[in-house]
């Protein structure tokens, strides 16, 4: 089928046609930003309701669970005279008590940019600074730094904030703390593109979630939803992959051994949940001269084993486990808006309070 045919709005009505005619009531969770843009562009959110089905975005935009902590330790490099290099959507997000944008317009080097690459450029037009680039998302976008970290002749004035992390560990966590009940996980096609199916297996066999890999047209979450209530209907629990016509089984296998050469397994907190364990991508020590961590270890000495406290008010921790909709912060649309945001799930575009606003946000 071509991309229409996944948009056809035929299509999708007999496929929720189908769902009602189970006569199941799902909770599912995806972790997707790009899933989340579906949902509420197409306004398939209150049709699923009408099914039966209730679907909530986790923790699945990576700027969002980057913490205020990690926020701050690029601040304090860009206080000191680093040049930060970053994707846009990092620039709007708190700190302790200020953003990158904000260092940037009292005069920090603070640049944005559109891939790993573009940081190579700027340290050698820049031969006197040091260049630090933000390594930020999930294992959709880790092996390009992982490309960066095993490029030949990198400039020497060139470092890496690692802030990577893995999906499979983040939902392990939200599947064994029991905060939200779950009858289906909805797994993100770009991070599957990667890792494949069987990371995501454990989930079904330990704890009997259904899942299902989805791509992202309407048609794609509509179908995801339908084979999670069908599974619920028959008493089956299984990994299904929808998005055959871009995941295999065994992903990337390149990315992936780009990943193992340059990245090591380690625990870290995300915004809104605590230390998980096995879920960040640290770099390797054999490219420890290029860990902006070990690089700048002195001067980020003060901040070790600090965390700060989400913004008051903000509801951006509880939105990325599921508990709550964004639609419940008494921030949103009001004193949390994109153009003033307060908290991280209002800056990026994959944040479900930032999809919710600029799409507009129906009544829950």
Not at 49 to 64: A, L
Not at 165 to 175: G, K, N, Q, Y
Not at 211 to 236: H, N, S, T
Request: glycine share 10%.
């Amino acid at each position: 089928m071509g991309r229409d045919d996944f948009r056809d709005p035929i299509r999708v009505r007999k496929a929720l046609d189908a769902i009602s005619e189970l006569g199941i009531e799902l909770s599912v969770m995806h972790v997707c930003g790009t899933h989340q843009d579906t949902l509420v562009r197409f306004g398939l959110e209150p049709l699923l309701k009408e099914v039966g089905v209730s679907v909530r975005q986790g923790p699945g935009c990576p700027v969002c669970v980057t913490t205020p902590e990690e926020v701050e330790l690029a601040i304090v490099l860009a206080r000191k005279g680093a040049i930060i290099c970053t994707f846009g959507d990092m620039v709007k997000v708190p700190g302790r008590d200020s953003t990158l944008a904000g260092e940037r317009s009292r005069g920090s080097d603070v640049r944005i940019v559109y891939s790993p690459s573009d940081s190579v450029a700027i340290a050698m037009e820049n031969p006197d600074k040091e260049v630090v680039f933000l390594g930020i998302g999930f294992e959709t976008t880790a092996p390009t730094t992982s490309a960066l970290l095993l490029k030949e002749d990198l400039p020497t004035n060139l470092s890496i904030l690692s802030y990577h992390r893995t999906v499979p560990e983040a939902l392990s966590f939200i599947a064994s703390s029991g905060e939200v009940r779950l009858d289906g996980l909805i797994e993100p096609g770009h991070v599957s593109m990667i890792i494949g199916e069987e990371p995501y297996r454990f989930l079904t066999d330990e704890y009997g979630i259904p899942q299902v890999i989805a791509g992202f047209e309407p048609l794609d979450l509509v179908m995801a939803c339908f084979e999670i209530a069908r599974m619920k209907a028959e008493g089956r629990t299984e990994l299904v992959n929808h998005y055959s016509r871009a995941v295999r089984r065994d992903g990337n296998p390149s990315a992936l051994a780009a990943m193992r050469k340059t990245f090591v397994k380690g625990d870290r907190r995300w915004r809104g949940f605590p230390v998980i364990e096995g879920s960040a991508l640290d770099i390797a020590p054999e490219f420890s001269e290029r860990d902006a961590l070990r690089r700048f270890e002195e001067q980020l000495e003060p901040l070790e084993g600090v965390t700060f406290p989400e913004p008051e008010g903000c509801s951006c921790g509880e939105v990325l486990r599921g508990i709550v909709d964004p639609r419940e912060c008494p921030l949103f649309g009001t004193a949390c808006t994109p153009d003033d945001p307060v908290g991280p799930c209002m800056v990026s575009r994959e944040g479900s309070c930032n999809i919710l606003h600029r799409w507009g946000a129906p009544d829950l």
